[in-house]
């Protein structure tokens, strides 16, 4: 960087040029959401204060960050938090980072919470592989009657998921618990949900570094098949749900038909079903069989 102080415009366009010429996918966003991230301020406030003096203790704070974007890591990986169905979560190892698909889980089962609101229900909702709490959270954020227990394999995962709970004004009404699915815990639900690890083990390697290298391994691998956890879940969801209850998951975007067929032989009927913005099939919600 030459000459004048740094501005956020100037660390901006300093940013973008170097992610470019690092051949990252998208360097003006990066930038962008980046340094304002960093600098704490808004995207749209860049006009009026884009052009004010940065501190050099921020400037550093800057350059460290433009390395760490440019060996890969995702930029908000880097910030420590993301939004996520407009809740403010953190992030840290032991959790993947939310993926705006999986706000279509939240979609599809909000509004079959707020109807068993409306039949008098209080909901209890169990979020398998919590990580940062985000699909318990946000439906938590939109159905206040609800309540919901946070499960993660990953102590750092439920440190960060009760941290979310606790800034989104939503502590009294999420609890976690560590354990492996269903192992630890008796009671039956209203709703179960989850996004769990679904890539098979010989194509997660593979993935883009900002998600093989930064995401968890443990969010992110399903076994050989890809389908290992949603055999887990099959094979004890009946017992923990009401007769009433529902079952919504995150799918691989070529799980559907196998996904279909675990949950039928475990008892259950598909209910509905979302595709995800790409066109991929996402989204499962499926309830028991009551025969
Ligand atoms: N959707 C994630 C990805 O982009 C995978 C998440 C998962 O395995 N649950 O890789």
Same mark, same amino acid.
């Given at each position: 960087? @030459?000459?004048?102080?740094?501005?956020? !415009?100037?660390?901006?366009?300093?940013a973008r040029?170097r992610f470019e010429a690092a051949g990252l996918g998208d360097p003006a966003t990066d930038a962008r959401v980046l340094?304002?991230?960093?600098?704490?301020?808004?995207?749209?406030?860049?006009?009026?204060?884009?052009?004010?003096? #940065?501190?050099?203790?921020?400037? $550093?704070?800057?350059?460290?960050?433009?390395?760490?974007r440019i060996?890969h890591e995702p930029v908000h990986?880097?910030?420590? !938090?993301?939004?996520?169905?407009?809740? &403010?979560? $953190?992030?840290?190892?032991?959790?993947?980072?939310?993926?705006?698909?999986?706000?279509?889980?939240?979609?599809?089962?909000?509004?079959?919470?707020?109807?068993? #609101?409306?039949?008098?229900?209080?909901? *209890?909702?169990?979020?398998?592989?919590?990580?940062?709490?985000?699909? %318990?959270?946000?439906?938590?954020?939109?159905?206040?009657? %609800? &309540? %919901?227990?946070?499960?993660?394999? @990953?102590? &750092?995962?439920? !440190?960060? %998921?009760?941290?979310? $709970?606790?800034?989104?004004?939503?502590?009294?009404?999420?609890?976690?618990?560590? /354990?492996?699915?269903?192992?630890?815990?008796?009671?039956? =639900?209203?709703?179960?949900?989850?996004?769990?690890?679904?890539?098979?083990?010989?194509? #997660?390697?593979?993935l883009e570094p900002e998600v093989?290298?930064? &995401?968890?391994?443990?969010?992110?691998? /399903?076994?050989?098949?890809?389908?290992?956890?949603?055999?887990?879940?099959?094979?004890?969801?009946?017992?923990?749900?009401?007769? *009433?209850?529902? #079952?919504?998951?995150?799918?691989? =975007?070529?799980?559907?038909?196998?996904?279909?067929?675990?949950?039928?032989? $475990?008892?259950?009927?598909?209910?509905?079903?979302?595709?995800?913005?790409?066109?991929?099939?996402?989204?499962?919600?499926?309830?028991?069989?009551?025969?």
């Amino acid at each position: 960087m @030459s000459g004048a102080v740094p501005s956020a !415009r100037s660390l901006i366009a300093d940013a973008r040029r170097r992610f470019e010429a690092a051949g990252l996918g998208d360097p003006a966003t990066d930038a962008r959401v980046l340094v304002c991230g960093l600098l704490d301020i808004r995207p749209t406030a860049l006009l009026l204060e884009g052009d004010r003096p #940065v501190a050099p203790d921020t400037v $550093a704070q800057v350059e460290d960050a433009i390395t760490r974007r440019i060996r890969h890591e995702p930029v908000h990986r880097i910030l420590g !938090r993301r939004e996520f169905y407009g809740l &403010d979560l $953190a992030l840290s190892a032991g959790t993947l980072e939310p993926r705006p698909d999986t706000e279509i889980l939240v979609d599809v089962i909000l509004p079959q919470l707020l109807d068993m #609101v409306t039949k008098g229900l209080k909901p *209890h909702i169990v979020d398998l592989g919590t990580g940062t709490g985000a699909i %318990a959270l946000a439906l938590l954020h939109e159905c206040p009657q %609800a &309540d %919901a227990l946070g499960i993660d394999i @990953s102590e &750092d995962a439920l !440190r960060t %998921a009760t941290g979310n $709970a606790e800034r989104n004004g939503l502590g009294s009404r999420f609890a976690t618990r560590l /354990g492996p699915w269903f192992d630890q815990t008796p009671e039956r =639900f209203d709703i179960i949900v989850s996004n769990p690890p679904y890539i098979r083990s010989d194509v #997660v390697t593979g993935l883009e570094p900002e998600v093989a290298n930064f &995401d968890p391994m443990a969010a992110l691998d /399903g076994g050989p098949d890809g389908l290992e956890a949603y055999r887990c879940i099959a094979a004890e969801a009946r017992d923990h749900l009401e007769d *009433h209850g529902l #079952v919504g998951l995150e799918i691989g =975007f070529d799980q559907r038909d196998d996904v279909v067929q675990i949950f039928e032989g $475990a008892g259950f009927s598909l209910l509905e079903e979302r595709r995800d913005y790409g066109g991929n099939d996402r989204v499962l919600v499926f309830a028991p069989r009551l025969d």
